[in-house]
């Protein structure tokens, strides 16, 4: 079992900067893949960006170039580095995670989530 906690959400400018957090529980941290998610309002949840156990990533083409993955598996935490935000960005960001070598991109391919942080860009 998996306990997700999200952090570092909140209001920003377009252009601007935001860095998510996702700290988990547990001592085998190490051997999930994790992903991010984002829900905006009135859409359907979508694929962010996913992390391997051997530091593998995966993007979504609407964030490829922008937005960073990464681990620390000593601190058991997953982030989202988020640069050059835009308006489309806003949504509720989600961490989940996985007891697997590589994730998908499908919100089914993972069994943890977290409670969500959310994320609004002004323009």
């Known amino acids: 079992q998996v306990q997700l906690v999200e952090s570092g959400g909140g209001l920003v400018q377009a252009g601007g900067s935001l860095r998510l957090s996702c700290a988990t529980s547990?001592?085998?941290?190490?051997?999930?893949?994790m992903g991010w998610f984002r829900q905006a309002p009135g859409k359907e949840r979508e694929f962010v960006a996913t992390i391997s156990l051997i530091g593998s990533n995966t993007y979504a083409e609407s964030v490829k170039g922008r937005f960073t993955i990464s681990r620390d598996n000593a601190k058991n935490m997953v982030y989202l580095q988020m640069n050059s935000l835009k308006p489309e960005d806003t949504a509720v960001y989600y961490c989940?995670?996985?007891?697997?070598?590589?994730?998908?991109?499908?919100?089914?391919?993972?069994?943890?989530w977290g409670q969500g942080t959310q994320v609004t860009v002004s323009s």
């Open positions: 989940a995670a996985r007891s697997t070598v590589v994730a998908g991109t499908s919100l089914q391919d993972y069994d943890y």
């Open positions: 547990g001592r085998t941290f190490s051997r999930y893949a």
